[in-house]
């Protein structure tokens, strides 16, 4: 099936770092989202994104939808303790209808 | 966004047994979906839930151990059957709204 590489697989930052994180594949995909999962908690959708190009942004969060539409990127700025997480990146494929392909997340740690 | 509730939250099972897991949202959707996340892991498909007819699985999973129902546009149901210790993982409701998949808060669901 589709498959989505997500790096790094983790991070461990300092309060006030920047953070980016990207996802690529080798299938094209039509949309992409970004997840944040704390523990205990279902994924909450942070960042939906749906045109090649595209550059959206929410508070301190920014990502990118690849021109070639088979990558995308999370940017954090200014990281706050409460950025603890696991991020996930997902996306509608070609092929994949409307299942969502996901990729293995992005582990973040900030120290205070 | 759509907010959805799932129950129990969790549950210990023992090796055999079967559990219900439900999921209320608190508006009409067209697509459901069943996600498993085993510990540490990212988020795989289990089955797309119909209204009114049987569920689509995935590859790996049969009707058999992953019952689904899905009366009506707001509600459905997933059973775990039959537990083996492999079984324990977070399972998590999902649902479209407009271009954006949203998801419950997960039920942890370990079984000795």
């Known amino acids: 099936g589709q498959q989505l590489n997500q790096s790094p697989q983790s991070m461990f930052i300092q309060e006030g770092e920047d953070v980016s994180m990207n996802c690529t594949s080798s299938?094209?995909?039509?949309?992409w989202l970004w997840y944040k999962q704390e523990p205990g908690e279902g994924p909450v959708l942070l960042i939906a994104?749906?045109?090649?190009?595209e550059l959206t942004s929410n508070g301190r969060l920014t990502a990118q939808f690849g021109i070639t539409r088979k990558d995308s990127f999370l940017n954090i700025s200014a990281s706050i303790p409460s950025d603890v997480g696991i991020y996930f990146c997902?996306?509608?494929?070609?092929?994949?209808?409307?299942?969502?392909?996901f990729g293995e997340g992005t582990q973040l740690t900030v120290n205070p | 966004s759509a907010v959805i509730s799932q129950k129990p939250s969790r549950d210990i099972c023992q090796r055999g047994t079967s559990l219900t897991i439900q999921c209320q949202v608190d508006s009409q959707v067209t697509m459901m979906f069943w996600y498993r996340q085993q510990p540490g892991q990212s988020l795989t498909l289990i089955a797309t839930a119909n209204q009114g007819s049987e569920a689509t699985y995935e590859s790996g999973f049969v009707i058999d151990k992953f019952p689904i129902s899905r009366p009506n546009l707001t509600f459905s149901t997933l059973t775990v059957s039959n537990m083996s210790p492999e079984d324990s993982s977070i399972y998590l409701c999902?649902?479209?709204?407009?271009?954006?998949?949203?998801f419950g808060p997960g039920t942890r669901l370990t079984v000795t």
């Open positions: 997902a996306g509608h494929s070609k092929t994949s209808g409307s299942r969502l392909t």
């Open positions: 994104l749906y045109k090649a190009g």
């Open positions: 999902s649902v479209v709204q407009g271009s954006e998949q949203y």
């Open positions: 299938s094209i995909f039509n949309t």
